[in-house]
């Protein structure tokens, strides 16, 4: 189905260079150009973005220190030129990978593979490897090992989660036939660092009772984000929804009914003198809610919002809603997105049937107090190294139990995002920030997934305890056109063959099911 394209609402204003033993060499990191047009920017069509800019070779690299060098003279990149420009937070280093020399490190696959050698970087905090053609897939292993920011020591190696297309928008739709998309691995948050090493192995192949390595996509890129500064408020602590970021308070207002569909055209706004057009765009869709500009949605007493609900359903129900408090949900502003990044229009979908809870796969390696961060970090390799329209989850939950508003549009409405691919289409994508695999996903992280559930599902009347039937749009567990019955509160790996969300979260699900649908009064 295709979906529903709003513009804005009515609101007016406005060198990597190797670790040398010998000579340094600088490799130059490519520059993507944006998938998001600015507001001055011509017309063009929904979800479309310009193609990627081509690929710059890098120049040869230098030597680089043996295995067992346990520390590094530092010597600091001049001059590579990335995708940094006035007004934009943040940046990406984009460096083409080379061909491995065979290795002498017996742990490493014998394949021949793609990489780079040590090298110093502009600093960085997540990584991640794209390719050209966002059909083909990364059949092997992608592995990194950084140098934190400042220090000599080098990581042990860490592995960057290879899946491929999993996350992404449904086949056919505007956003994935854009020409902007590429193929890209799980992003890995690593922290502050300025040092990075790389290298990806095919997965062997059994060819008429001959091993050979699988052929790697073509155009490999090591993405290398920096999220950028803070914004000026900082993430309201866990337990303390109702607090605006930053320490400052905000009056609940007064109780509004809630428009799941999009915002209605030529709302009159006063936009703050702080925000761009973009901004202010994107924080207006939900002024219902919290004023223009305003870093945190604060949460709303199960009264208030059963009354909000019950006006927005009176003519067209009449029965007494089941709908959950509404959260405490940090902005788009509160974890400070470039609205100057993503595509400017917003996409909707008729309704919201069924929620997709996922994991990040960025690792667990990060603090509370660092979420707006890896917020951005994932937002920029979403945008300029995928190649998406905007960040692809609906909203984000961190470990201490935070909601944060994920793709513009509106945290009432039913966004189209781009979560699961051939189901994206009337659901809704929420990542759980880490890696739940192996690790047991935080109670609070749960709790939230509950009470956000029980909130946005109640809106369009759905029981987290229920099923749903859903048409797939494609994917490699249900073809194109089939009905599949789901629940409500399902994981990725319902809609798609994957470890998402990961199988100490998933083994969660029926916990926030019963939570959700408690807090919805069932």
């Known amino acids: 189905m295709r979906s529903l394209m709003v513009t804005s609402i009515g609101v007016t204003c406005a060198a990597a260079l190797t670790l040398p033993l010998a000579a340094p060499a600088l490799s130059a990191p490519v520059p993507h150009a944006s998938s998001a047009r600015p507001p001055s920017a011509a017309p063009q069509s929904p979800g479309a973005g310009p193609p990627a800019a081509p690929a710059t070779p890098a120049a040869p690299a230098g030597s680089a220190p043996t295995e067992s060098t346990p520390t590094d003279s530092r010597t600091a990149p001049a001059g590579e030129p990335d995708d940094r420009s006035a007004g934009v937070a943040g940046s990406t280093q984009s460096l083409p ?88 691995t799980a992003p890995l948050w690593v922290g502050a660092s300025d040092g990075v090493e790389v290298r990806v192995h095919p997965e062997a192949a059994d060819e008429e009772g001959r091993s050979i390595a699988v052929r790697l996509p073509e155009g490999l890129r090591l993405e290398l984000v920096d999220p950028g500064p803070d914004p000026a408020t900082e993430s309201a602590p866990a337990g303390q929804a109702g607090a605006v970021p930053g320490g400052q308070t905000s009056a609940t207002p007064a109780s509004l009914p809630v428009r799941p569909g999009p915002p209605p055209a030529g709302t009159a706004a006063v936009v703050p003198e702080t925000l761009t057009a973009a901004s202010a765009a994107a924080s207006a869709v939900n002024a219902e809610f919290a004023p223009l500009g305003a870093s945190l949605i604060p949460a709303m007493t199960q009264a208030e919002t059963a009354e909000a609900a019950a006006e927005a359903a009176e003519e067209a129900v009449g029965a007494k809603p089941y709908i959950g408090p509404r959260p405490g949900i940090i902005t788009r502003k509160g974890w400070g997105a470039d609205e100057k990044l993503r595509e400017r229009n917003f996409a909707y979908t008729k309704t919201v049937k069924a929620a997709f809870v996922h994991h990040s796969a960025t690792g667990n390696n990060y603090t509370c107090k660092q979420a707006p961060s890896v917020l951005r970090s994932i937002y920029r390799y979403h945008v300029k ?69 029980a909130w946005k599902l109640g809106l369009f009347g759905r029981n987290p305890k229920g099923k749903v039937t859903l048409v797939s749009g494609g994917s490699n567990k249900y073809a194109k056109g089939k009905k599949v019955k789901m629940n409500v509160i399902s994981g990725h790996r319902d809609g798609f063959a994957t470890e998402c969300p990961g199988a100490r979260l998933y083994k969660k699900l029926g916990t926030a099911r019963t939570s959700s649908a408690h807090l919805q009064g069932r």
């Open 385 to 453: 190294s995928s190649g998406w329209r905007d960040f692809g989850y609906n909203f984000a939950v961190d470990k201490c139990g935070n909601i944060y508003e994920g793709r513009a549009g509106g945290v009432s409405r039913a966004v189209l995002g781009a979560h699961t691919l051939g189901f994206n289409t009337n659901t809704m994508g929420i990542a759980v920030l880490g890696s739940y695999s192996s690790t047991n996903p935080p109670a609070a992280a749960v709790t939230a997934v509950a009470k956000l559930t």
């Open 97 to 184: 990978l080379e061909r491995l020399a065979a290795s002498s490190d017996r742990s490493a696959a014998p394949a021949p593979g793609r990489g780079l050698d040590r090298r110093t970087t502009r600093p960085f905090s997540l990584v991640g490897v794209v390719w050209d053609d966002a059909e083909a897939e990364l059949h092997g292993t992608v592995q990194v090992r950084t140098r934190a920011a400042g220090g000599e020591r080098w990581s042990d190696w860490q592995d960057v989660e290879t899946h491929n297309d999993e996350h992404a928008a449904d086949l056919g739709s505007d956003e994935r036939a854009s020409g902007a998309v590429r193929g890209s």
